[in-house]
């Protein structure tokens, strides 16, 4: 089964506006990751917080790591329609040997 | 962080046969993973390809549905075997190190029919 569970499935704003996203998950972690699809194509990594972490920033990009509450936030600020696309949080336990678990996905819409 | 060229990027092919899609990365990576994600669903990890053995499954995917090669550190293939539409599926692959992120392909669409 899946690590992470993602908030909300789906997300419709206007450019200008900022986005949240939630990724909760299940177990203990090594670290947590977001990434980017496009149009079904190949996934692009965005940011990486480790568990010892609390925030994260990366350009417009924010994340937050609560590890007591097993959730995570990406906030993209000032959106733009390119920043349309889907968003997995993904999981790295630390005995996982590398292997990611996926959450399901918010799927974001940026209108002009 | 590493470069990957996957191809095919898409194929339509007849039920009963097989794909192989290719993975090459710019430079060497321990790990490498395969991943099939469903039509409108997220990712699942099919196996880590293991250089110089076989490659690990995870629950529900076996060997003699999706072979696995890895013959050095930095290119392996994924074979879809004796295909059914419910084959039908984006397969990525990955690779990268773990504290780092990882970097993926750009996915192969396969449509069997």
């Known amino acids: 089964s899946q690590q992470g569970e993602e908030d909300p499935q789906a997300l419709s704003i206007q450019e200008g506006e900022n986005a949240t996203m939630n990724c909760s998950y299940k177990?203990?972690?090594?670290?947590l990751q977001w990434y980017r699809q496009n149009s079904g194509r190949g996934l692009v990594h965005l940011i990486l917080?480790?568990?010892?972490?609390r925030e994260k920033h990366s350009g417009r990009l924010r994340v937050t790591l609560d590890t007591s509450k097993k959730s995570s936030s990406l906030l993209i600020t000032a959106s733009r329609a390119a920043d349309t696309a889907s968003y997995f949080c993904?999981?790295?336990?630390?005995?996982?040997?590398?292997?990611?678990?996926f959450g399901a996905g918010t799927q974001v819409v940026v209108t002009p | 962080s590493a470069v990957i060229s996957q191809k095919p990027s898409r194929d339509i092919c007849q039920r009963g046969t097989s794909l192989t899609i290719q993975c090459q990365v710019d430079?060497?990576?321990?790990?490498m993973f395969w991943y099939r994600q469903q039509p409108g669903q997220s990712l699942t990890l099919i196996a880590t390809?293991?250089?110089?053995?076989?490659?690990?499954?995870e629950s529900g995917f076996v060997i003699d549905k999706f072979p696995i090669s890895r013959p050095n550190l930095t290119f392996s293939t994924l074979t879809v075997s004796n295909m059914s539409p419910e084959d039908s599926s984006i397969y990525l692959c990955?690779?990268?190190?773990?504290?780092?992120?990882?970097?993926f392909g750009s996915g192969t669409r396969l449509t069997v029919v």
């Open positions: 917080i480790r568990s010892n972490e």
């Open positions: 993904a999981t790295l336990k630390g005995d996982s040997w590398g292997k990611l678990q």
């Open positions: 990955s690779a990268g190190t773990e504290n780092y992120g990882y970097t």
């Open positions: 390809a293991n250089q110089g053995s076989e490659a690990t499954y």
């Open positions: 177990t203990s972690i090594n670290n």
């Open positions: 430079s060497q990576v321990t790990m």
